[in-house]
Structure formats: structure tokens, C-alpha cells
């Protein structure tokens, strides 16, 4: 986007330089016939030196630009023709060469970038496993769970880099006709620390993103603790709740500029036809999703709590007392 802006400012002052340029030639050559051949001659050769020295610069500037744009994307294309793309999509269509093979016949077959952004037990596993049971759709699980991967800026867009080449090796990496490549990206794995970097990383490659949130975050927060029938800590809960509402309002807010499509795990498991929608937001051909997974489980809220009169009490009246009655309707 930058090294664009650059460009177009350069060309317009060009295309300004030489324009003053030429109606100075125009008057040089208006000039009156008596006027002494040496004077015709001076003028003359400052408009030459003058023309020279505005190209060099036009030139250098221009060279600066494509070269900054060398060094940000690092990452070389296949020269395919686009031509058939429309043009709102070009942004988002690549054609990666990897670096270990070669995607043969489907060289040409564009790929689109993804990145699914969730939070611990909001259904992401699961919903990963069905999305990968489709041929031409490869997401390489929780790549940034390893910390090293996102100790810094530089890590984690060298990692994205590999995934988005095709290049990361995982039991998810599909044969060269890949249309869809992608990851899981927990919003506590760094990439709340570096959202600027990471929405300017999106945007320029043209990384669509897929929320997946869980609108019960009580039930979420009873998951986490991993534990059969929790107790929670009522002081505490109406905190963690607001906490963990804030955390996912402000990652929504922070990515909005991304191309993105948010789903929900409730409405999900409830109405499989969006997982359609899904695969028309990755424009990957439509068909059916399968998963072994199991499903987070589904039993009421109050089978899983140990004190849920106690949470209920705390809860109710509150803005959070939805949480307490909306259950799953299947
Ligand atoms: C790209 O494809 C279009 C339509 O298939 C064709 O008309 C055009 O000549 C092609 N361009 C190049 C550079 O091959
Ligand atoms: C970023 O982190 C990696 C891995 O932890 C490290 O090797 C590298 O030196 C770090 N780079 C910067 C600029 O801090
Ligand atoms: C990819 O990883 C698997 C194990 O996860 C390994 O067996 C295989 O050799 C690796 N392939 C390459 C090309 O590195
Ligand atoms: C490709 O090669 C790199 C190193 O050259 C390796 O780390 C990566 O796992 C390989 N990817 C695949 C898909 O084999
Ligand atoms: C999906 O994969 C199949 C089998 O590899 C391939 O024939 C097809 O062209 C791919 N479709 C897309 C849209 O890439
Ligand atoms: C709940 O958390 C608060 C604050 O951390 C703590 O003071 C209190 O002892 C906890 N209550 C129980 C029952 O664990
Ligand atoms: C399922 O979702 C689609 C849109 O995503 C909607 O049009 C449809 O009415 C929903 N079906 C049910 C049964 O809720
Ligand atoms: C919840 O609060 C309302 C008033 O705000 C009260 O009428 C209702 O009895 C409460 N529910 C339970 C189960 O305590």
C-alpha cells in the first residue's frame, strides 16, 4: 500500500515537472528571431541539463519504490495470467511456488489465503478438521502455539510467509491443487501484542480471515478449566466474563479492515448451511464437510457447573444472564 502511494506521488510530480518543462520549451522557441543566437543557446542547454537532472530524479524515485516493494514481499509468485479474474479479486488470488515441489498442472490454479482467528474451546478443532476434509482446502492447525514462532513481528510473518508458500509441512498439506491455505490463529498466540503488523500483513497479501467465536463465554469459561464439573469463583466470574467479552469486541474491532466473515460456534453446529457460505467466502467449490471430532459437549450448563445456583445468582440480572438460559435448541 505504501510503496503504491509512493509511486503514484512520483508520477504525479513527473508528469508536473515536465510539463512546466515543455511550456518553457515553447517560449525558448517563441523567442524573437533577433535575439542573438548565443542567449538561444544558453537557454538551450539549461532547459537539456534541466530536463536531465528531473528524469534522474523521477527515475530514482521511481527505482526506490519498486525496490522497497522488492524487499516487503519476499515471497515470489508464478506469472499467471489474470486476466479472467475480476478485478475486485485480484488482491486476494496468488500463485505461490513452493519451494520443495512443484504444484505441476495446478501451477496456475489460483490459491486464497485464509487465517482462522478464535479463542481456546470456541469449536475451532473441530470446525479446522471439517474444513480440511475438503480436497482443495489445507489449514495447518495451531502453528503459533510453538512460542519461538511468535517471540517477534519477524517470526511470525516468516512463518505466515512459509504457510502461505505452500511450504509448511503438516498432516494438512494437501496435493498441488490447493485452492485454500491456511491456519488457526488463537488471539492469545501474539496476535492481539501485534495487530497493526499483522492487518497490515493481511492486507497486503490478501489474507481473508474467518472469526469463530462462541457467543456463551460462561460456557466457554467452564470448558477451559478442563476440569468435570467446575466451581467457579463467583467474585471473580462477572470479571472474566467482561474480560474475555472486551478481549473479542476489541480483536473484531482491531481487524475490521480485514475482508472477513465471523461465525459463531452456536450457530454453527445448529445450521450446517453456513458451513456452505464458508467455502463460498474461500471461493472453493461447494461440497459436504465431514469431522470425526467430537463435538464440545452440549449437556445443560448446570449438569457442568459444581456451584450453579450460586453462578446463576451472580449472573442473573446481569448483562451476561443470557449466558444462563441460552442453550442449545438442537
Ligand atoms: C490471458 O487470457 C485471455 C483470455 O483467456 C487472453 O485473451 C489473453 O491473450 C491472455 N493474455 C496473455 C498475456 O496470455
Ligand atoms: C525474533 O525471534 C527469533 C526466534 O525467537 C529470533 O531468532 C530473532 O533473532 C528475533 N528477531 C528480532 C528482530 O528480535
Ligand atoms: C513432513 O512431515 C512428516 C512427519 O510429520 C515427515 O514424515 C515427512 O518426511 C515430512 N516431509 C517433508 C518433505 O519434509
Ligand atoms: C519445505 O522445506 C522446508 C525447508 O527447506 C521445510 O522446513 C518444510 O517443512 C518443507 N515443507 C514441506 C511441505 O515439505
Ligand atoms: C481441487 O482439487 C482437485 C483434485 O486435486 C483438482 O482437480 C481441482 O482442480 C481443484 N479445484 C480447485 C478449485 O482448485
Ligand atoms: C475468588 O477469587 C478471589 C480473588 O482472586 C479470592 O480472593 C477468593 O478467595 C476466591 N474465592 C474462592 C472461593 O476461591
Ligand atoms: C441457516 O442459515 C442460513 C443462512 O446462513 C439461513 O438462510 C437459514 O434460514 C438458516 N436455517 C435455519 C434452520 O436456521
Ligand atoms: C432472577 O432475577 C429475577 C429478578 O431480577 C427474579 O425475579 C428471578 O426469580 C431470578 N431467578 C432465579 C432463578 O433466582
Redesign the pocket.
Known sequence: MWGARGEEKAGGACEEWSYQLGNKDTLSLKAPKKSPLALRMVVLTMTMICGVFICSMCMKQLGSDSWSRIVKIQVAEQSCNKSLVPPSEVQFVHYPQPL?YSRKECTCTPVRFFAIISSQRSGSGWFETLLNSHINVSSNGEIFSKKERRSNISSIIKTMDMVYNLDW???A?KNECTAAAGFKWMLNQGLVANHAAVVDYFNQRGVSVIFLFRRNLLRQMANILAKYKPRLNTTTLMWSLKQADDYTRKALENLKSVRHITLYYEDLIQNRTMLGEVLDFLKVPVRKLVSRHVKIHTKPLSDQIENWDEVYNALNGTKFESFLNADYRT
Open positions: 520443495n509441512n503438516s498432516s498439506s
